[in-house]
């Protein structure tokens, strides 16, 4: 029930993290060439033997504008709006998108609406060399922005190394994929097919849209999350189970302690005498040879039922029990046999030395204040047992003795003829 409580509460957590982090937490940068660090410059062909002229026209509330005089005297001529960030340059990393409000009117070649080239330009020394004008990695994206809806969103996933750079730069595997953690330039530039006349670029705003944690790490996150979560649950699934099973042992070791006492006089009957012998072996082994065995037995107890009731009967026998387990060392065992008869046993004790605490026990009988201000008085047989084998002969033989006693007129102690 938990597991599935956990694992729903996983599964929203997963969707509603991966929409907000995807829609909701996002954060922005804006490209203006006047936040800090970023600079708006133009370029044209006229560095590289052209002689196209590209002119930044002031902010007239529409956003920076190049107007640009093409001039196909350059095999590719072009003009350039450069937005360029001090170094170490943007880790865009932090960015999965940019957005674009951006128009381009000139002459182009077939008639078709004017392109434009949106470039992210990266730095890193393995190629860009050290000098004053590194020679940057341009990724390239080309559009034809026309009459499109503003803003243009493109996902910088999209923007892929440019091959004429690609083939003038034999770059090892490892740096011909796209960087752009270290991008120095953003620009637009007017595009590969733009006839020779006037063109107008206009980049009205271009911002960097960003998850507040990035994709990658917010996934590892999850999935940490995940794992996380399922470990903790085992850990409390494993700590709860051993609670229960912990739980469970001590009710049952409770309920046999129940099954395995007389509910009267609460001292062990049989089964329990049986099962304190046992562990008392497992414990002292052999040690616990010689063991004397006892067995009382209170006198004329009919008499005492019929005289004076069923009840005081009872109270009888719970006297007889407390004072026999009051005048016994702890580790003697105390049982009720059956009826008004009960069993004591005695570990390292021999027949002899029992015999002299029946003795001491009928005696301790006699300060006894009885119910109903009786006498009782009860019969006594003890015998002996060596060895494990030996310890229901002994039972036999101390009731018998119990037996003799109470033929030889009752209220005393009788030994086994063996003990
Ligand atoms: N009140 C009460 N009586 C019990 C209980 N268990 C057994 N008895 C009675 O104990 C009596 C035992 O009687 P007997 O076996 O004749 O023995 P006795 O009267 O003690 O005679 P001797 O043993 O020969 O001295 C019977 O009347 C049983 O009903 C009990 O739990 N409570």
New binding site residues.
């Given amino acids: 029930m938990v597991l599935r409580w956990l694992l729903a509460v996983l599964v929203v957590l997963t969707f509603v993290g991966l929409y907000a982090n995807e829609h909701w937490t996002m954060h922005t940068l804006v490209l203006d060439g006047h936040g800090a660090g970023q600079r708006l410059l133009v370029y044209s062909d006229d560095e590289s033997g052209g002689n196209s002229e590209a002119t930044l026209l002031p902010d007239d509330g529409h956003g920076p504008a190049v107007r640009c005089r093409l001039r196909s005297t350059y095999q590719w001529p072009f003009c350039e709006m450069v937005i360029q960030f001090d170094a170490p340059g943007l880790d865009l990393n932090r960015f999965s998108r940019i957005r674009l409000w951006l128009r381009a009117e000139g002459p182009t070649h077939n008639g078709a609406p004017d392109q434009v080239r949106v470039f992210l330009r990266n730095y890193n020394p393995a190629y860009a060399g050290s000098g004053p004008h590194p020679d940057l990695k341009p990724h390239e994206v080309v559009l034809t922005p026309g009459n499109r809806q503003m803003p243009i969103e493109l996902r910088l996933s999209q923007f892929v190394v440019a091959t004429w750079w690609a083939q003038d730069h034999q770059l090892p595997d490892e740096l011909q994929g796209a960087e752009l953690d270290r991008v120095r330039i953003f620009s637009v530039s007017t595009g590969g097919e733009s006839a020779s006349g006037e063109h107008l670029l206009r980049l009205a705003r271009a911002e960097l849209i960003g998850n507040w944690i990035a994709p990658e790490s917010f996934r590892l996150g999850l999935v940490g999350l995940w794992m996380g979560s399922l470990l903790a649950y085992l850990g409390w699934e494993s700590w709860h189970t051993r609670r229960r099973l912990q739980a469970s042992l001590t009710r049952s070791q409770a309920l046999e302690k129940l099954v395995q006492r007389d509910p009267?006089t609460r001292v062990a009957n049989r089964d329990g005498l049986y099962h304190a012998l046992e562990l008392l072996h497992q414990v002292q082994g052999e040690e616990v040879f010689p063991l004397a065995v006892v067995f009382v037995?209170?006198?004329?107890?009919?008499?005492?039922?019929?005289e004076h009731g069923?009840?005081?009967?009872?109270q009888?026998?719970v006297h007889l029990a407390r004072t026999l387990r009051a005048n016994l060392p702890r580790d003697d065992l105390l049982a009720r046999w059956?009826?008004?008869e009960f069993v004591i046993v005695m570990p390292q004790t021999s027949a002899a030395e029992a015999a002299g605490v029946a003795e001491r026990l009928r005696q301790a009988l006699t300060q006894v204040e009885w119910p109903a201000g009786l006498a009782v008085t009860a019969?006594w047989g003890v015998a002996q047992a060596n060895d494990e084998a030996g310890i229901d002969l002994a039972m036999r033989e101390a009731d018998q003795a119990m037996y003799r006693a109470?033929h030889a007129g009752?209220d005393r102690v009788e030994r086994a003829a063996r003990a």
């Fill in positions: 009267l037995d209170a006198d004329h107890f009919k008499r005492i039922n019929d069923h009840d005081v009967g009872d009888v026998l059956g009826g008004e019969s109470k009752r």
